[in-house]
């Protein structure tokens, strides 16, 4: 067994900690014991001592998803917990937040508990289950937030639906503040989107399909804001994807109001043009909207209005997929496809590095009471080594998720996860 990693000559990038510097990397069990120019170089290689040594790699902190629909329990067949923490390894994460839209719903304790129990027999990376914040995602009886808190839970979030009903809303606010825990929104007036298959725009009309206006989404992350200003309780709106709601963002930010934000790397790439051609992988709720919505977007991430990247890892199979668009479900896969595909629009100069680093790191864990990965002495090991300049292109059938759909098939990236670290131990290590 190796006993120290040794991670040489590395380009070690921690935003947390202004570090950017070509440093070596020693980890010893479980933690960071050395960071600094040439710290590692008394250590040789042998048995109990792992040197890797790669010119011009980068080591980030390890990546944070706060938002992943990981299957399980019910929809085993797209996914489950062990393949789920696998692509979530493979993708340079080390904590991964699951949403609770499973069959059953994760509205209880049990559930809550039989999911962290899987994620350790899986013993990859963590699993941070999140609780309905109603039962049975209805919307309208609170779920026991207190027993799944103390079985493991570190929000709550009706994700698939939104909580419509501003009553509701309030004592949701209400009581997880109680836990400090934050309410998750999938903000979304049901009522403007019924039969909705796409943004509503030139497109829709276009190609005669009912339209998802954006208001819809305006109009709920604005009256949660004031709920949430109101009751003095965190508030995070889940996968943004207007301009509108961006804005709405920062000035409730600006007024003081516990607001939070995450944006998904398919609103910070793809348009409602991807659905010109009615492919039903493009299908995602909310919707791929216009490239003035991605331009404000990519510019919320870069100011801090919108603190964290999250996948929305939605797997689904062809029975829900290779079917016309109005039958087809929403979403996409995300955890091993997200970082390659940002690093992208950082070296385009969409954003800066260091604001991509931090919203895959810092920010998320916050919001989900996490500790932050770090590079630092001392820090619990958890790291992921990037090659920025290897090229590749995706090919959906070498991803290790259970599940295929995704819209950036035959895509050229460049950058690539070599080597993902959790508490010390390689959880994954790419193969040539
Ligand atoms: O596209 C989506 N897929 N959006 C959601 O809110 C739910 C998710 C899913 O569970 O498939
Ligand atoms: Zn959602």
């Not at 091993?336 to 991509?356: D, K, T």
Request: hydrophobic share 45%.
């Amino acid at each position: 067994m190796t006993e120290a990693l040794v991670l040489r000559r590395v380009r070690a990038i921690d935003p947390a900690g202004g570090l950017d510097a070509e440093v070596d990397v020693v980890v010893e069990g479980a933690r960071v014991t050395r960071v600094g120019r040439d710290a590692g170089k008394d250590l040789r290689a042998s048995e109990r001592v792992r040197v890797v040594e790669r010119p011009g790699a980068w080591l980030l902190p390890g990546l944070v998803d706060l938002h992943a629909h990981l299957r399980e329990p019910g929809g085993e067949g797209k996914e489950d917990v062990a393949s789920g923490l696998r692509a979530a390894a493979a993708g340079g994460f080390v904590d991964v937040c699951c949403m609770p839209n499973t069959r059953p719903v994760n509205d209880s304790r049990v559930v809550t508990e039989m999911l962290v129990a899987k994620a350790r027999a899986a013993g990859t990376v963590r699993l941070h289950p999140i609780g309905a914040i109603t039962v049975g995602q209805k919307g309208e009886q609170l779920a026991e937030m207190a027993d799944m808190k103390a079985a493991g839970a570190v929000a709550v979030s009706d994700d698939g639906r939104c909580v419509t009903s501003s009553h509701v809303m309030r004592r949701a606010l209400e009581y997880a503040s109680t836990f400090d825990l934050p309410v998750i929104q999938h903000a979304e007036d049901h009522a403007l989107t019924e039969g909705a298959q796409m943004h509503e725009g030139a497109i829709s009309t276009r190609l005669g399909l009912r339209g998802w206006p954006r208001v819809a989404e305006d109009v709920i992350v604005a009256r949660d804001i004031l709920l949430a200003e109101y009751v003095g309780a965190r508030y995070h709106v889940a996968h943004v994807s207007t301009a509108g709601a961006a804005r709405l963002i920062r000035e409730g930010k600006e007024r003081g109001v516990p607001v939070t934000a995450e944006v998904t790397p398919h609103h910070l790439l793809l348009t409602h043009e991807a659905l010109l051609g009615y492919d039903p992988v493009c299908k995602v709720n909310p919707p791929l909207r216009e490239a003035s919505d991605v331009e404000a977007l990519r510019k919320a991430l870069a100011d801090g209005t919108i603190d964290c990247v999250a996948t929305d890892h939605a797997p689904h199979g062809v029975l829900d997929k290779n079917v016309e668009l109005a039958e087809a479900a929403p979403g996409m896969i995300g955890l091993e496809l997200c970082l390659p595909l940002l690093l992208g629009l950082a070296a385009q100069g969409a954003f800066p590095l260091a604001s991509l680093v931090e919203a895959l790191t810092g920010g998320p864990a916050r919001v989900a009471g996490l500790p932050v990965p770090r590079i630092k002495d001392g820090a619990r090991a958890d790291l992921v080594l990037v090659d920025p300049t290897a090229r590749w292109t995706i090919d959906p059938a070498r991803l290790l998720s259970k599940s295929r759909n995704t819209p950036f098939a035959g895509r050229a990236v460049t950058g690539r996860v070599e080597l993902t670290v959790c508490e010390g131990r390689i959880v994954h290590e790419a193969t040539t």
